[in-house]
């Protein structure tokens, strides 16, 4: 039976684009629907929107330490409403982007919801369409933790956008990457930040000495910790159109807005799986095999729906890989290992590979640690801004395992120190590489003495 597509991509957000894209380069009949917002999560209400917010803290922040350098400068507020209309400007055009680039390549598209009907029939805007292959590539939303008293009067990450003027105190609840950010990006606008988490460091997941040192920079810096604490209720402040936060041991923060950045849920309501027969993970993920197959043969998942490592541009890599093994003549799989991934606090971080506790839980590694003052702060004096920088090397083979910085720039450095871990550098090409001087990044190849050994009881057992 002949179908009106070989693709029907569920989904324009980064992955489901760049498949259906690829797809009809390749030459597939190809349809995609979009029911929100063209570029998705990433182009709208994530990192493009969000980078934005870091470049225009980190203004603030270089006004500050001009004096020190010799300029007069007048630092005389800053408004939210300004940004945000340069920003959603920004947003607009590439969201036309994207459109321009599905038309270009030739693909039908849909502003409509789609769902799912039969293995290879889909209901979009009304209609019912068929296609011999389907992708779904809805992405995650922000979770509103239902659970808690008042939930409602907090925001999630999405409703940041919305915001037109400044609140003069934020408290942020989680300290996963995307309320930290959040967090430094309204300190640095000008902001009274709080943070309220459960366990003693921020950023679960991440390597120890990068925690505490992010943790001691936020301090720092001024932003108050409230740890390790969940939040009991909020309530309405009186009169002012504010919010009281109670803790889980009685405390009270008074503040005029809250963010509640507890995680993100895969976007699979409503899609018809079950009816469909497409399985999902306890944690409500669609599974996939490792060729991004579904439990039903004709229907894939990529992206943030699969909650693997939810990163645009390891969204953009299933993606494209998919297309080009569907319809490429080109079979393969974007490898999730070694991907280098940047916080975008303040200061920044950038990481690849494994950390001190992944590495040594499978043997003996030695660690190269370093702490500094970087250059434009010793003139600056500014506080918080001490570098990390670390790497983790196997002890039997030399190979880099892992690198980590806290510092300003670690983002554009580790996508370079990125290729060399996922090339198996190792330690001795780290340091036959010539530095580049004046920088922070010369470090990571003048790490000459090992700071300890960790994992050797791993290599016992
Ligand atoms: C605040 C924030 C900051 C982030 N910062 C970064 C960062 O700095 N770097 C980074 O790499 N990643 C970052 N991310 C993560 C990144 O945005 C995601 O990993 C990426 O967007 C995932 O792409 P996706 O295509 O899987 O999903 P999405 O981009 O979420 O796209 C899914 C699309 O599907 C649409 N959709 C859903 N259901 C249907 C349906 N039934 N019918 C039609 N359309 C539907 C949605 O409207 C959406 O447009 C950030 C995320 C957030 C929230």
């Not at 629907?33 to 980190?58: S, Y």
């Not at 720092?220 to 002012?240: C, M």
Request: glycine share 12%; hydrophobic share 40%; net charge negative.
């Amino acid at each position: 039976m002949p179908f009106d597509y070989d693709l029907f991509v569920i989904g324009g957000g980064s992955a489901g684009v760049r498949c259906a894209r690829i797809s009809a380069t390749h030459g597939a009949k190809v349809a995609i629907a979009e029911e929100r917002f063209w570029g998705g999560t990433c182009v709208n209400v994530g990192c493009v929107p969000k980078k934005i917010m870091v470049n225009a803290a980190e203004y603030g922040q270089w006004i500050a330490d001009a004096p020190a350098f010799g300029w007069t400068v007048q630092r005389s507020g800053f408004d939210l409403g300004h940004l945000a209309a340069a920003r959603d400007a920004e947003v607009a055009r590439l969201n036309g982007i994207y459109g321009k680039l599905l038309q270009g390549a030739g693909c039908t598209i849909f502003e409509a919801r789609a769902t799912l009907a039969d293995p290879h029939t889909i209901e979009v805007g009304g209609r019912r369409v068929t296609a011999e292959r389907i992708v779904i590539a809805t992405g995650g939303k922000p979770v509103r933790p239902e659970e808690l008293p008042g939930a409602e009067l907090g925001m999630v990450s999405d409703d940041l956008f919305e915001l037109k003027a400044l609140p003069r105190r934020l408290t942020v609840v989680g300290s996963g990457y995307i309320g930290l950010e959040f967090a430094c990006i309204f300190h640095g606008l000008g902001s009274e930040v709080d943070i309220v988490y459960r366990n003693e460091l921020p950023l679960r997941g991440f390597d120890v000495d990068i925690r505490v040192a992010l943790k001691e920079a936020l301090t720092t810096q001024g932003i108050r910790q409230h740890v390790p604490r969940q939040l009991a209720r909020l309530d309405r402040a009186d009169g002012e159109g504010g919010v009281v936060i109670t803790l889980d041991n009685g405390a009270r923060i008074e503040t005029d807005a809250v963010l509640l950045a507890t995680g993100r849920t895969p976007n699979v309501h409503g899609l018809g799986l079950d009816a469909v027969g497409v399985e999902c993970t306890a944690k409500g993920a669609i599974e996939v095999d490792e060729d991004h197959r579904t439990t039903v043969p004709s229907i894939f998942a990529i992206g943030d729906v699969t909650d693997k490592l939810n990163l645009t541009p390891m969204a953009t890599a299933v993606g494209h890989a998919l297309a080009d093994t569907l319809f490429g003549r080109n079979p393969r799989q974007a490898s999730y290992r070694n991907v280098p991934t940047a916080v975008f606090t303040s200061p920044p971080i950038g990481t690849v590979g494994m950390t001190e506790a992944d590495a040594a839980a499978c043997g003996p590694v030695d660690i190269y640690l370093t702490r500094f003052t970087p250059m434009r702060h010793s003139i600056s004096r500014r506080e918080g801004r001490k570098a990390v920088m670390k790497l983790v090397v196997c002890q039997r083979t030399r190979c880099v395992l892992g690198a980590h910085m806290l510092g300003e720039d670690a983002a554009e450095i580790m996508q370079g120190i990125g290729i060399a871990v996922a090339m198996g550098a190792t330690k001795e090409d780290f340091d036959r590489t010539i530095g580049i001087h004046p920088t922070a990044a010369e470090e990571f190849v003048t790490l000459r003495t090992r700071t300890r050994e960790a994992g050797l009881r791993a290599a016992a057992e």
